[in-house]
């Protein structure tokens, strides 16, 4: 059973590509009605954990940025992917992708000459018309622009991640958390990348979200998290760089067990643990996710280690939803450098420049994930089961016939619902359709007024999964709606069952 998402996506009005009429350019997705509320209630559950649960300050901002600080976090000489044109048409392809897919191999990491032997041995040619390609070279992944008129105008780059961005102003922030660490920051918004050939739908943008989290730590502080009990007994699945090495097969292991065998931190692995409970909370199958840990020669030369929960995608195979990096004192240590701006700090005496361990979660492919995990086929059904936490609407309301002032019952039920908080969707047609249509959307919950509601001060509600509706008193419906919505009560207890 296989449901094509990308095909939903553009009937239902998820996502898109974007400029349509005037031909699209790879990379670039547009959000429509569904999607782009989908993808807000994703960010929001990331935000709110952030923010809440960790005490992040939250920060915002510009994506426009001048060249220094991506020189000084060392973007301009070495954020580059391997391209090799073909010498016949012109196309471009990122090499080691190229080899990935033509040899089933692994080229994480190999160098430039080891790719060109790779590709004439087996003689690979262009996918596109089986011409000869040229020789690979490193090309630099940055949008560049100008900031300002004539003369002194200068180079501006639009910002490859988020991280740099709070970086920058880490004096400002540390005193605004009182001189405190740990001190952990976020930061959600757009960031680019000029990807070589994008054609993954959600998974490569030129143009992408983040939500990317630092927690500015002392290294010789100690290195426990005050959370980690609530985590560790947390059953996952794991490929640590030491069983890549070896036989490439993942181990069932606990988050404390991680720890325990010294693969990484505490703080590491909390952060990889809470980041599962989020996917879990969006409605992306936890089966399907695994901790990896970075081997050796693919980890950025500043990180002592880094981690990646990856989803096994029915389309498109391992993708990594989040990274957990260790990125020591390198990124405010070079910005001490190049700015010549103090980023140490001086805590009782004992003066260092903070380390950093940062989460970094890409928002475009967890609603991707949520939706390939979420889809269901149910005869000639398809639904999408999102959680009431993440999906575009939680409730829809209709009324049962476009006359008889059902219509405006129906909208003072809307009203009462939207005034109780809950995401909430009008339409009226025909019920069936509705149905349908909601299905599609994935809102797991349909309220019907009809005839008998004026009498009955009642109405008919549906869920999505089974399909079994109910009969509830109208005033009772927000109650009785967060209750289901947070595992208090079963459906089928909430009123009378009409069917099913
Ligand atoms: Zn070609």
């Not at 947390?234 to 065998?261: D, F, Y």
């Not at 993708?319 to 990124?331: F, H, Q, S, W």
């Not at 059902?406 to 047609?429: C, H, I, R, S, T």
Request: glycine fraction near 8%.
């Amino acid at each position: 059973m296989t449901i094509n998402i990308m095909d939903i996506a553009k009937r239902r009005g998820f996502f898109w590509p974007s400029f349509e009429i005037y031909g699209s350019v790879g990379g670039f997705y547009t959000y429509g009605p569904l999607g782009s509320l989908l993808k807000l209630r994703i960010e929001k559950l990331i935000r709110d954990h952030y923010i809440t649960k960790e005490h992040c300050l939250n920060i915002e901002a510009p994506i426009l940025t001048p060249e220094d600080p991506w020189i000084a976090s060392g973007h301009v000489e070495s954020f580059t992917d391997m391209n090799m044109e073909c010498t016949k048409c012109g196309e471009p392809h990122r090499a080691d992708h190229l080899l990935e897919e033509k040899l089933k191999i692994d080229a994480e990491g190999m160098s430039l000459n080891k790719i060109l032997a790779k590709i004439r041995e087996n003689k690979i040619k262009c996918t596109k018309c089986g011409g000869e390609l040229g020789e690979p070279y490193d090309y630099n992944m940055m949008f560049k622009t100008s900031i300002g008129p004539g003369k002194n105008k200068i180079t501006g780059c639009l910002r490859p991640e988020t991280a740099q961005t709070t970086y920058m102003p880490f004096r400002r922030l540390f005193e605004l958390g009182r001189k405190k660490l740990p001190m952990g920051v976020i930061q959600i918004g757009r960031s680019y990348r000029n990807e070589i050939s994008p054609r993954q739908g959600l998974i490569r943008l030129r143009e992408f979200s983040q939500a990317e989290a630092q927690f500015f730590m002392d290294p010789k502080a100690d290195t426990r998290h005050p959370r980690f009990g609530r985590v560790k007994n947390m059953k996952v699945r794991v490929l640590t760089k030491g069983t890549q090495a070896k036989n490439g097969k993942e181990t069932e292991m606990t988050i404390g067990g991680i720890v325990a065998k010294k693969h990484t931190t505490e703080w590491i692995s909390y952060l990889l643990a809470t980041s599962l409970e989020l996917f879990e909370k969006m409605g992306i199958d936890p089966k399907r996710l695994r901790l990896r840990q970075h081997k050796d020669d693919e980890r950025s030369f500043y990180s002592s280690d880094t981690w990646d929960v990856e989803f096994m995608s029915d389309t498109f195979g391992k993708i990594e939803l989040v990274g957990v990096a260790a990125r020591t004192d390198y990124d405010l240590g070079r910005h001490q450098e190049f700015s010549k701006q103090k980023m140490e700090v001086n805590i009782d005496g004992n003066i260092f420049i903070p380390h950093v361990v940062e989460v970094a979660y890409g928002i475009d492919r967890p609603v991707y994930a949520a939706m390939e995990s979420s889809a269901k086929k149910d005869g000639d059904r398809v639904y999408f089961s999102f959680p009431p936490e993440a999906s575009p609407y939680q409730i829809a309301v209709f009324p049962l016939v476009k006359k008889d002032g059902l219509p405006e019952k129906a909208m003072k039920v809307y009203d009462m619902l939207n005034d109780a908080g809950f995401y909430v969707l009008y339409d009226q047609g025909f019920i069936g359709k509705l149905y349908y249509r909601q299905d599609e959307a994935g809102t797991p919950f349909c309220v019907t007024v009809d005839y008998e509601t004026a009498s009955d001060k009642s109405v008919t509600l549906r869920n999505r999964d089974d399909q079994m509706q109910v009969r509830v008193k109208t005033d009772a419906l927000p109650d009785v709606l967060k209750k289901i919505m947070t595992g208090k009560l079963q459906f089928r207890k909430a009123g009378k069952v009409l069917k099913k």
